[in-house]
Structures are given as C-alpha cells and as structure tokens.
C-alpha cells in the first residue's frame, strides 16, 4: 500500500500564525524546505565569479559552507545569494584568482 | 473488581511502581540509577532481561544522557519512560524544557529527594519543586498505591491530543519508595485496555512522511507563540487529568481529583499538603475534629496545572490555611505550594489568611504533635484581631 501523501505545507502566511496555527512541539512536518529559508541578508561581502578565469577544478563548489556555488557544465557560473554569507572562503580557496570579494553598500 | 483478582500486596512504593511499568510495558525505558530511585530501575531491568515485557532498556551513563535519550525515542515514535531523584532530576535540567517544548508524552517516575548540599539523600521536594517550570505535569502521590495509580494514569493523560506534555509523578523517598505498603493492582489486561495502543505524532522513523524535530526557531521568532501553546496544553490539562482519573475510578474504585479535600466542608482552619505526609495529617485532624476544633485538609495532587480555581473554591470558607512545603523558595515569601495557594485565594471576599509552614527539609521527621502545634498557630491566628505575619514558621527545627 502506498503511504498517504500529505498535504504541502503551506507557510505563505506564517508571519500571521498565532499559537493555534503552529505545529505541535515546532516540528517542521516537511523535508528539503531549508532552501525557502533565506539567510543571504546576512552578508556584508558578496562574491564575484570571473567565468572565463574558472577551471572547473571545483575547490569553491567543496569549500562553500553553504552549497551556494552553482555549477554548470563543470565549471563554476554563478552565486546563490539568497543563501551565501559572504564568508569569502571561495575566494580564498580559487587557485586561479576567478572569484573577487566586493562589500555591500547597504547591506 | 481488581481487588477480588489481586488482593492486597505488601510492597515498597518502588515496586509498586515497577509493576505499574510492566504493566504498561512502554517501548523504551532509558534510565539511571539513583537513590532513593534505584529499585525501579533494577527491577524493571531484570523484568527486561527475564522477557517479562518487551521494553528496549537503554542503559546511559548519566541523567543528562537519560532524559536525552528519552526525548530521542519519543522523538522516533516510541512510548517512552523514565525515571529518577534529586541530582538525577537536576542534572536533566535543560532537557527537561526540551522534552515539553517538543511536546513529547514521555511519562517519568521522580522519587521526591533533597537537593545538594550539603550531600543529603532523605526526603523533601526541592528536587521536583524546582522543576514545576518545566512544562512538566506534575502529580504528587501519597501512598504505595497512588504512586502505581498515577503512574498508570499518567499514560493517558500525556498522550492525550489535547494535552500532548510530559508527566512526571512523585511520591516521598524512603518514606513511599523503601518502605513497605499496601497495593491493589488491576489485571495486565485491564491496564493494556486502559492505555491502549500508543500513537505518534510526526514521528522521526516515519520515514515516508520526513520531518524535522526540534529546529531552531530562526530569525522569524515563533518562540513566543509555542510557549503560548504549551500554556493553552496546560489549561486543558486540567479536565483530560480529571477525565482520566474518573475513568480509572471505574475501572479501580479508587477515586481521584486534582485536589483532596478532607473534612473541610465546615473547617474554620485548614491545612494543605504535599505528598506522604497528608496521612499524618489527616490523623490530627480527625483527632482536632473528636475535640471539636474545626479542622480540615487538603491534599495537593495536581501540582502543575494549578488548578487554582478549585482550591479558590475549596478554601474561600476557611479561616486560616496553613500551608506545608517540603521545600523552599529561598528569598520569596514562603514555599513554592504556599505561593500558589495564597495567590490562588487572593480574589476570595473574605480572603482567607494563608500562613507558610515549612517542614521537613533533608528528610527531616514530621511527628503528628508538629502538625498539631501547626494547627494551633492556625487557631491562634483566627481568633486574633489582626492578621497574623507571613513569616516562616518551621516544624521540627532546632532552634538557637
């Protein structure tokens, strides 16, 4: 027999749920959702990828604490910057000076 | 009736309440040992190993791992239990918070113990007082079959939907625990129909329906309304523990409120109190009562919820209420039962005055003559013209 599926847990108006609202003990009844919890406002310093310099050697894509390297084709194209932190790690791992740290005004 | 089938045993309150587990025969029992508590989890883990019941018995080096354990299994799905005392109790102090606040009906059996220091293993409260913050329920027992009663009770009342909290039940060290009393039990069966089969929510080994278990609330904050909910647990608390216990009167014959009321209905001075020692009192006050002093009593079982509404209506005729704690808050006004009581009868007209006993403390004896000496500084604070001080007043302490 196959499992019943659930319902998708719809959060849209969570910021308005009072404690009646909320699942028992603040369990999270769904998985693979911590991509909806955007933590890139953190950042002070933002990552910038020179596609033409990269390698594809991938050091940036293994040293991200944060999975926010994105790859295409082998080679590393673009930043996720709803999640990076701007720890700078990247960069400082790139054995071909591909990707340069600029800060944020504002942020 | 259960009684006709099990007779009256002769047992420790321990044992009472080892038979009370296998009956239950939760799936995972994680527990360390100490005293005054120890017997319970020897005997249960010999009722494991003899494959009296079917329990996972997961042995841990502390307290701390015990009640961390428990909350993992609970966490996985399983009924779960565990019990301990005084250290013990405090050394799973910041779990005890994590196990209520993810709303896991673990049930844990607390023998009543002192607090260190200095190094004391005789009976008082201060352990679980300390923890009547937890977001535990709490019911003290009186007896060796209150101490099998709750505990069985204690089941249903967890795992109710609308309740859906820890429970921990206690009954005095040594006093209950070592000692030997009289117990009815009720057949396996009849306990494994009363508790029915237990159901999870959003267990962890659900592996088809993944959920996380305690995250971190995150930078949107819903701390706040969780600790609103559990409050609300709480408050509906109330009727499912009376429900149960009514239901389990059918079942036992032996009935259960949230408070025990004695001969108070036309008391002018009463006492209230916590644990074994309500059986001494309600001696003296059947001895006042054959004098003609209008004494009563009442005995604490639902300590957390307070159901501070019934003791409002309980109390609201009565005099002078003296109230004995076996523990104290040091620094605040009385004992943690004398500050709810006297704020529990603060919207009275006429507000009672409530005075606080202290008694007890490290297993300290309490004779029938200190309850009544209590009692005449009740009489003597009823017949006065003034309010009599809120100060401490102690019941067999060395003075000087």
Not at chain 2, 3 to 21: D, P, S
Not at chain 2, 97 to 103: E, H, K, L, N
Not at chain 2, 280 to 302: E, P, S
Not at chain 2, 308 to 319: D, G, I
């Amino acid at each position: 027999m196959t499992p019943m599926k659930r319902p998708k847990w719809d959060i849209t108006d969570i910021d308005t749920w009072g404690p009646g609202k909320h699942e028992l003990g603040a369990t999270i009844p769904t998985s693979g959702n911590s991509d909806e919890f955007v933590t890139g406002g953190w950042r002070s310093q933002t990552p910038h990828i020179d596609i033409d310099k990269c390698t594809g050697c991938m050091l940036c894509y293994f040293f991200c604490p944060d999975a926010s390297i994105v790859i295409e084709n082998g080679k590393a194209v673009d930043v996720d910057l709803k999640h990076c932190k701007g720890c700078g790690i990247c960069a400082k791992e790139c054995p071909s000076d591909a990707i340069t740290m600029t800060t944020d005004q504002g942020a | 009736m259960a009684e006709a089938k099990t007779g009256t045993l002769a047992v420790t309150g321990n044992e009472a309440v080892a038979e009370a587990m296998r009956q239950i025969d939760p799936d995972v029992v994680c527990a360390y040992p100490i005293t005054p508590q120890t017997e319970v989890v020897q005997l249960y883990a010999q009722m494991v190993a003899d494959g009296k019941v079917t329990s996972e018995f997961v042995t841990v080096e502390s307290e701390h791992s015990a009640m961390s354990a428990v909350i993992g299994s609970a966490a996985a799905g399983a009924r779960t239990m565990t019990a301990t005392s005084s250290q013990g109790f405090a050394l799973m102090w910041e779990l005890l918070y994590i196990a209520a606040s993810y709303r896991l009906p673990i049930v844990m059996t607390t023998v009543n113990r002192a607090l260190s220091g200095p190094i004391n293993i005789h009976c008082d409260h201060s352990d679980t007082m300390g923890g009547r913050d937890s977001g535990w329920i709490q019911l003290y027992g009186e007896n060796h079959q209150q101490a099998y009663d709750n505990c069985i009770q204690a089941i249903r009342i967890a795992e109710h939907l609308d309740v859906r909290t820890p429970v921990m039940h206690m009954y005095d060290g040594y006093v209950i625990s070592g000692a030997i009393g009289p117990l009815v039990m009720l057949p396996d069966e009849t306990v494994r129909q009363f508790i029915g089969p237990y159901k999870a929510i959003n267990p962890l080994l659900d592996t088809e329906h993944p959920v996380t278990v305690g995250p971190f609330d995150g930078l949107r904050g819903f701390y706040f309304e969780h600790k609103i909910s559990q409050n609300r647990a709480m408050d509906r608390a109330l009727t499912v523990i009376q429900d149960v216990a009514d239901e389990y009167a059918d079942l036992s014959g032996r009935r259960y409120g949230l408070l025990e009321p004695y001969r108070l209905d036309d008391a002018e001075i009463a006492i209230v109190v916590i644990g074994s020692t309500a059986g001494t009192t309600r001696m003296v006050v059947d001895k006042l009562r054959a004098k003609g002093v209008k004494a009563g009593m009442v005995r604490v079982r639902v300590f957390r919820p307070f159901p501070h509404e019934a003791y409002a209506q309980a109390l609201q005729h009565v005099k002078v209420v003296g109230v004995l704690d076996r523990a104290d808050s040091f620094g605040a006004q009385g004992g943690p039962v004398f500050l709810e009581i006297r704020a529990a009868l603060y919207d009275c007209d006429p507000r009672p005055q409530v005075l606080p006993f202290i008694y007890g403390l490290g297993g300290r004896d309490i004779f029938p003559d200190n309850i009544e000496q209590a009692f005449v500084q009740l009489e003597q604070a009823a017949q006065g013209k003034e309010r009599a001080t809120t100060e401490r007043r102690y019941l067999n302490v060395r003075e000087g």
